[in-house]
């Protein structure tokens, strides 16, 4: 590979500068619980930057599940409450993927995923009784939003872990257009918004990580996309019985989802949409999310299982495996 790679501890990396008489601006920070990591090309960059990233910690106070002062930590403690445009959009839009997804997203996960530990990081195994308990404290279908006011029954909570860096990307995107920036490159703690191409024409390479190593599977080349990628190796603990439980669950059983999948990146422009399939793909599976692709044919996707890797067609123009991984299966789903 003749780019030089920059080495950032995330899925999905950023493989190439760009020409040095470009003026550039970039930004980094700890939001979302994630390192973020904004960059923009030409005049105006550093404006519409610091505009981008205002928006992003904005709506992290709105969306945060752990943030007292947050809407979302609000709507949990009270059973419900009226909420601004914003959090409003994103609650409607992951109820509507909720739907979509026949419920492998459910932003009403959060009593799981807390049991658990993945919010406070103090990991345990719940109980089976625990478990089919707190199922029935879940259930996008029992959430209701009328007029930007939020009803939770049963003691509901919201979590909206699994779309928040997609739809924040997504937002951040649009002030940067606005403000008139052609060129950027938008790393959200590893969901990547591409604004356009590179300073020079050409298309951003994202290196895909392999899920098992710290190494990189190939290299993906896209403009003006969203590509965002869910793996059970981003956040996991190993138990007592020396299994490994990740951050994604299986709403319909409470427990993390095991399907042999390793990660699922999907790829599509609209970034909100692309975190809110990554995670539902994830909890499907493999067959599922092709049965899902088929359906709805709306996205790209790639699928990593150990020794195989499913694409769709219209990603497998865009991917370049790496020589270091030539034994591994490549299979193009039509
Ligand atoms: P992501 O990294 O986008 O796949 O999102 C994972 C995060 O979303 C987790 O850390 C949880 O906070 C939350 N989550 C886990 N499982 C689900 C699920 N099945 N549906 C919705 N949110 C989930
Ligand atoms: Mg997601």
């Known amino acids: 590979m003749r780019r030089s790679i920059a080495a950032v501890a995330l899925s999905l990396l950023l493989l190439s500068g760009c020409a040095a008489e470009d003026k550039e601006y970039s930004s980094s920070f700890f939001a979302m619980d994630t390192y973020m990591t904004l960059t923009a090309y030409g005049d105006g960059a550093a404006q519409s930057i610091d505009g981008a990233r205002a928006e992003i910690e904005r709506l992290e106070s709105l969306l945060s599940v752990t943030d007292e002062g947050s809407e979302i930590y609000a709507v949990n403690q009270n059973g419900g409450g009226t909420v601004s445009d914003s959090t409003e959009e994103i609650v409607k839009f992951s109820l509507e993927m909720a739907e979509r997804t026949e419920g492998a997203l459910d932003p009403t996960i959060y009593p799981i995923v807390s049991a658990w530990g993945f919010t406070g990081e103090e990991y345990r195994i719940p109980s089976a009784e625990e478990l089919s308990l707190l199922l029935e404290r879940i259930g996008y279908e029992k959430a209701l939003l009328e007029n930007g006011h939020i009803t939770l029954k049963d003691c509901m909570m919201l979590d909206l872990g699994a779309v928040a860096k997609g739809y924040a990307g997504d937002r951040a995107a649009k002030i940067l257009k606005e403000q ?33 190593s710290d190494g990189l599977l190939g290299v993906i080349s896209v403009s003006d996309l969203a590509v965002v990628t869910s793996g059970g190796y981003e956040r996991y603990f ?43 793909l994830f909890v499907m599976g493999a067959e599922g999310a092709v049965e899902h692709w088929r359906k709805y044919r709306d996205f790209d996707m790639i699928l990593v299982s150990e020794g195989e890797i499913r694409l769709t067609n219209g990603v497998a123009e865009r991917f370049e495996l790496r020589d270091e991984y030539s034994d591994i299966k490549l299979v193009i789903i039509e």
């Open 180 to 212: 008139g920036v052609t060129s950027a490159l938008l790393d959200i703690g590893g969901n990547v918004q591409a604004v356009g191409c590179r300073p020079d024409g050409s298309d951003w390479r994202l290196g895909l990580r392999d899920p098992l």
């Open 238 to 280: 190993v138990g007592d019985d020396e299994k490994r439980y990740c951050h994604i669950i299986d709403p319909h059983s409470g427990y993390p989802a095991d399907n042999g999948l390793l990660s699922v990146t999907v790829i599509a422009p609209e970034g909100a949409k692309c975190d809110a399939l990554s995670t539902a």
